[in-house]
């Protein structure tokens, strides 16, 4: 018998694999805790919970990993230089990458990060139903510190929001952004006053009554539609939409329905099949390896804002869905001409709740809690003085005073999460949807002309080829240069809105 003796590489796979399967054990206990586990049992849960995180983290950080780690970089070094397995040096990149994270931040740091999020976020539900922002702020207080603490250990010398940013966009700093705030400011905020100041639109339509039951049969079709593999992935309702995955060939989606609001379960629903589209398009051979999934948040929001607002809110694509839309409600829609359902669908008005914002308002929301966050971080803005920081903003950009502080800074969950530097990444995605879909014209032509057609299998295949089979392969920067020649750059984005709501709007 002739065996090969497994090389370092295949050993720190074999570990990474194990590792990767506790974490994907804990993905499937919370899809379940916001699925279908009864309210009782959120304490034994958080026990089950906390048991395999701490596992995965001792394995993570374990000597027998560095080791393993170190053996297998050796020989990726002799290999590369005869080879060139690009493969394996991503691989390694990736693995020390994510190693370092976890060992340069001191465990008892983690631990008393983890505790005070808890005590924060119970604090801030609190706060926010009773718009008590006192209640809320030493908390708040004390996860700046401890997130500026947990910072300084990762990267002494980075810039605090720099190294906060890092964890969930590779390579993007405050550098990069000011001037794509700058950018998105400049053609945002001019164009939400002309429409301030033009005809508003009515879209009274979607708010009648919908059943559930038929928006869900008609959204399922949809997703089926634009090339969602029901066999690899699956659907429930939860308070909060979200994505998560088990495997390129699990990946769940959830949504929540409204009677009267059509708008919430559709386009909900092809933002996380936007998600899911790109974690089933993960190649085979790196399942269970730092390679297989979406590579970072912004590339991720890329892939949901395509399909919920380039797709789902294109009138191209309407032309050819409508007819079904009002086949299901003919009570509701048989009346309304495609051109004022369409224009519905893409009302913009400024409002106070990010959550609620539509796409043109949306990235005036993200820029102002950069801001405030970023003060705050490096103490120039003090957490007693916030709100009334955060109104001003509200009413410089959108043009709006908020009326307490559950509308005002109390209204998002992230920073009682501790997610300090993840705002930006929706805005990211916003512009690099754009350089995406144009790049797929370059390529393939039109899109609308195949929208029309119910064509979506040229726009799916592109995205995979340029972007969902390189997994994490390549950092972020270097994906978006290749899959559009350029990085990431507003312009296209800016063109974009401007003729897009310059016509809805008769600006
Ligand atoms: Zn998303």
């Known amino acids: 018998m002739n065996t090969v003796a497994p090389s370092p590489l295949d050993d720190l796979k074999t570990r990474l694999s194990d590792i990767h399967g506790l974490e994907m054990a804990g993905a499937v206990l919370d899809w379940d805790q916001e699925t279908y586990m009864p309210p009782g049992g959120v304490g034994a849960r958080a026990e089950t919970r906390?048991?395999?995180?701490?596992?995965?983290?001792?394995?993570?950080?374990?000597?027998?990993?560095?080791?393993?780690?170190?053996?297998?970089?050796?020989?990726?070094?002799?290999?590369?230089?005869?080879?060139?397995?690009?493969?394996?040096?991503a691989l390694l990149r990736v693995a020390r990458r994510n190693f370092d994270r976890a060992t340069k931040t001191p465990a008892a740091l983690v631990e008393e990060f983890s505790r005070a999020t808890s005590l924060a976020h119970s604090a801030w539900t609190q706060a926010r139903a009773g718009s008590d922002?006192?209640?809320?702020?030493?908390?708040?207080?004390?996860?700046?510190?401890?997130?500026?603490?947990?910072?300084?250990?990762?990267?002494?010398?980075?810039?605090?929001?720099?190294?906060?940013?890092?964890?969930?966009?590779?390579g993007l700093t405050c550098t990069a952004l000011e001037p794509i705030w700058a950018e998105l400011k400049a053609v945002t905020v001019p164009l939400v006053a002309q429409i301030a100041a033009a005809q508003p639109i009515d879209d009274g339509v979607l708010h009648l009554h919908y059943d559930p039951a038929a928006q869900r049969a008609f959204a399922e079709k949809v997703l089926a539609d634009c090339g969602f593999d029901w066999n690899r992935g699956r659907q429930d309702v939860s308070v909060h939409p979200f994505c998560t995955h088990f495997g390129r060939s699990d990946v769940r989606i959830t949504t929540r329905y409204a009677c009267n609001?059509?708008?919430?379960?559709?386009?909900?629903?092809?933002?996380?099949?936007?998600?899911?589209?790109?974690?089933?398009?993960?190649?085979?051979?790196?399942?269970?390896?730092?390679?297989?999934?979406?590579?970072?948040?912004?590339?991720?929001?890329?892939q949901s804002r395509m399909w919920e607002n380039l797709v789902g809110r294109n009138q191209a694509f309407w032309s050819h869905t409508y007819p079904a839309l009002q086949g299901t409600f003919p009570a509701q829609l048989e009346a309304v001409p495609l051109s004022e359902f369409y224009r519905a669908i893409n009302r913009s008005a400024p409002s106070l709740v990010r959550v609620e914002a539509d796409e043109l308002t949306y990235?005036?929301?993200?820029?102002?809690?950069?801001?405030?966050?970023?003060?705050?971080?490096?103490?120039?803005?003090?957490?007693?003085?916030?709100?009334?920081?955060?109104?001003?903003?509200?009413?410089?950009?959108?043009?709006?005073?908020?009326?307490?502080?559950?509308?005002?800074?109390?209204?998002?969950?992230?920073?009682?999460?501790?997610?300090?530097g993840y705002f930006p990444t929706y805005s990211i995605g916003n512009i690099l949807s754009v350089q995406l879909w144009n790049a797929a014209e370059r390529e393939i032509g039109e899109l609308e002309p195949l929208m029309a057609r119910g064509e979506f299998a040229p726009l799916l295949g592109w995205l995979r080829e340029n972007v969902h089979r390189h997994g994490q392969k390549f950092p972020p920067q270097e994906l978006v240069r290749r899959a559009t020649g350029e990085p990431l750059t507003v312009a296209p984005y800016a063109s974009y809105l401007q003729t897009k709501f310059g016509a809805l709007y008769d600006l």
Do not use: C
Not at 50 to 70: I, N, S
Not at 141 to 153: P, S, Y
């Open 50 to 89: 906390a048991t395999l995180a701490k596992l995965a983290h001792e394995m993570q950080v374990a000597d027998v990993t560095a080791r393993l780690l170190e053996a297998a970089e050796a020989e990726g070094n002799d290999k590369e230089a005869a080879s060139g397995d690009e493969d394996a040096s």
């Open 261 to 302: 609001d059509l708008q919430s379960a559709l386009f909900g629903s092809l933002h996380e099949m936007g998600h899911a589209l790109y974690e089933q398009g993960s190649p085979e051979a790196w399942e269970q390896t730092p390679l297989a999934g979406g590579v970072s948040l912004g590339v991720h929001e890329s």
């Open 363 to 420: 990235n005036l929301h993200i820029i102002l809690r950069y801001e405030i966050e970023r003060e705050l971080l490096e103490g120039v803005l003090t957490v007693a003085d916030a709100p009334a920081a955060w109104n001003a903003k509200v009413e410089s950009y959108l043009g709006l005073t908020p009326s307490n502080d559950t509308e005002g800074i109390l209204q998002d969950v992230h920073w009682s999460h501790g997610g300090f």
């Open 133 to 170: 922002y006192a209640l809320f702020a030493p908390h708040l207080e004390k996860l700046l510190e401890l997130t500026r603490q947990i910072a300084l250990a990762r990267a002494p010398h980075a810039p605090i929001y720099d190294t906060l940013l890092d964890d969930y966009e590779e």
